[in-house]
């Protein structure tokens, strides 16, 4: 994957010890700062922070193509194969040169569809040994089938699933379905995988991000399974 292809992206990074797990962060904007502090709030272990912000977010994080679930919006590309592998291949290990990270851990994050992200990389890779999807846009359409009809997940990532409990009560279908979506796949995963956790947030999907985020790192950071 030619790296000049995602050019446009920009990312941080926080360095604690050197072969501390490396977590990676995809966000919708830079809140770097205020989530490295509501991370040390959380857990007193080392951790290190690949932070990914100006994506382009309903693109390079969805798993497939499909229509845009709001009116006069455009259409969701489906680029999250190729930005997977760009992040795999080429971002990671060019951060970890950089900063002289030497993670044999690496964890993957993420809220909303950046949450879908993450949870579509454990059918792709094994590169992430645990997973996070926080408030996860997991009522992407089909997405659900998508992993009920996928191989069988022996053997893969730790996997961490919060929802706001008000989540459900948006006013579109899809995103009203997504309480209902997220426990679905919850069950799923547990009868797949050997360790996987879900719990709910209080608030509407907007609600304390960066705290829901932190608490969800330092989950896999303290390996509170």
């Known amino acids: ?73 455009k259409d969701f590309e489906g680029n999250a194969k190729n930005y997977l592998k760009f992040l795999v291949s080429a971002l990671i290990p060019k951060v970890k040169i950089e900063a002289n990270i030497l993670s044999k851990e690496n964890y993957l994050v993420g809220y909303s569809l950046a949450g879908l992200f993450a949870i579509y990389s454990v059918f792709e890779t094994k590169y992430f040994s645990k997973i996070a999807s926080i408030s996860g846009s997991l009522w992407y359409p089909d997405f659900a089938s998508f992993i009920k009809n996928s191989r069988d997940l022996q053997g893969f ?27 679905e796949i919850y069950n799923c995963f547990k009868s797949k995988v050997n360790e ?21 790192i330092s989950f896999l950071v303290d390996d509170k399974f």
């Open 1 to 73: 994957m030619n790296s000049s292809h995602f050019d446009y992206i920009k990312y941080k990074v926080y360095k604690s010890e050197e072969n501390a797990p490396l977590v990676v962060v995809n966000s919708f904007e830079d809140e770097f700062e205020e989530l490295v502090k509501e991370i040390k709030k959380f857990t007193t272990n080392f951790f290190n922070l690949l932070y990914i912000y100006n994506l382009n977010w309903n693109d390079d994080l969805t798993p497939y193509r499909t229509k845009s679930i709001f009116k006069g919006e």
């Open 157 to 183: 990532p730790k996997i961490y699933l919060s929802l706001g409990d008000k989540e459900k009560h948006a006013k579109n279908i899809f995103l009203s379905s997504v309480e209902e979506k997220t426990l």
């Open 196 to 216: 996987v956790y879900f719990e709910f947030n209080e608030g509407n999907h907007f609600q304390n991000s960066n705290e829901r985020i932190a608490k969800g």
